[in-house]
């Protein structure tokens, strides 16, 4: 008697038809992005508008693998394809030490303190079942996918950004004021795990992403992989 419950019990979880199916689901991820910005070490000229110039330094330690999460909203009802919008949110702390000193060499302006590298990315994607198991449960699935995405993105402290944006000798070098964040398009391409136990609206998923996106000007990442671990509620 306890053997045929249990095989029951495996006959429902496994085999049991539309249990691993949903018509969409929500839900958070959260993980890294897997790059880094050397730190750099230089010196070099600001030359104003009005034609005079100063001597700055810029000291930056390096920007490791930001940490990233965001949330996913996905329609899985149409018959070979799912579509997913979902939005990322990377953020790393670096500290920077500047100064800037008259051409008489008297210290002018001198910060000691925090930057924080920030991107914010919104994405469209199309995915598909490469693999699922067992085949009509789709317990655990192997997925690929790919789209298009919108990327806000802030500058990275350094010296063309200070060139540019230090204009006089009556402008100060505020972190929290000066980097504004840029608008930049891209693509990506994506593969996952995703494991759904039938009859319970939960699946958890492992995803590797790899996200493109237009140059920037002042030594941001433009290709990347990130890799996340995923939460969904499916109804």
Do not use: W
Not at 148 to 153: C, D, I, R, T, Y
Not at 205 to 232: A, H, I, Q, W
């Amino acid at each position: 008697m306890r053997k045929q419950f249990v095989l029951v019990v495996l006959s429902l979880l496994f085999v049991a038809p539309g249990s691993a199916f949903a018509l969409f689901g929500f839900g958070a991820h959260g993980g890294l992005d897997m790059y880094s910005v050397d730190a750099d070490s230089e010196g070099f000229t600001l030359a104003y508008t009005m034609g005079d110039s100063a001597t700055a330094t810029l000291v930056r330690e390096e920007i490791g693998q930001p940490i990233a999460f965001g949330g996913h909203f996905y329609v899985d009802a149409l018959p070979v394809i799912d579509l997913e919008l979902s939005v990322d949110v990377a953020v790393q702390k670096y500290h920077i030490t500047y100064e800037r000193k008259t051409l008489a060499g008297l210290l002018d302006d001198q910060k000691s303190e925090d930057a924080t590298f920030g991107r914010i990315g919104v994405y469209a994607t199309i995915r598909r079942d490469l693999f699922a198991f067992p085949p009509i449960a789709h317990t655990v699935s192997l997925y690929a996918g790919g789209g298009v995405g919108m990327h806000l993105v802030t500058p990275i402290m350094c010296e063309a950004f200070l060139v540019d944006n230090i204009k006089s000798p009556e402008d100060r070098l505020d972190v929290d004021d000066i980097i504004e964040k840029a608008t930049r398009m891209g693509g990506h391409a994506l593969v996952g795990v995703r494991i759904k136990p039938p009859m319970i609206p939960i699946a958890l998923g492992v995803e590797t992403k790899y996200t493109m996106m237009s140059e920037g000007d002042y030594e941001e990442p433009n290709v990347f992989p990130s890799v996340y671990g995923k939460l969904s509620f499916d109804f």
